[in-house]
């Protein structure tokens, strides 16, 4: 199974964008999917994950701001992003266990 994160953009701080990650095979077989991303000079940081049961998990960093979902049909995740900060600016990966990772996505938020 491949992924496709697509969706990113430059905005504003306080403005919106959807993530897409579409994968080329079934998302219910995965027992969880998860959105990372990567700041320049930082470390790969887990953002959101949704099992295939629905249950969501978030960085307390974007809590409140993020919401993880999935829609099985489509085989996609989606990362829908409110509130953007400037800190929030990072390339965004798509993650299927157990090793399976999407291009990236740039997301940069201007002040």
């Known amino acids: 199974v491949q992924l496709q994160a697509s969706g990113g953009g430059l905005v504003q701080a306080g403005g919106s964008l959807r993530l897409s990650c579409a994968a080329s095979?079934?998302?219910?077989?995965?027992?969880?999917m998860a959105w990372h991303r990567q700041a320049p000079g930082k470390e790969r940081e887990s953002v959101a994950a949704?099992?295939?049961?629905?249950?969501?998990n978030y960085a307390d960093s974007v809590k409140g701001r993020f919401t993880i979902s999935r829609d099985s049909a489509k085989n996609t995740v989606y990362l829908q992003m409110n509130s953007l900060k400037t800190e929030d600016t990072a390339v965004y990966y798509c993650?299927?266990?157990?090793?399976?990772w999407g291009l990236g996505t740039q997301v940069t938020v201007s002040a």
């Open positions: 993650f299927a266990p157990p090793s399976r």
């Open positions: 095979g079934r998302i219910s077989s995965f027992n969880y």
């Open positions: 949704i099992s295939s049961g629905g249950i969501t």
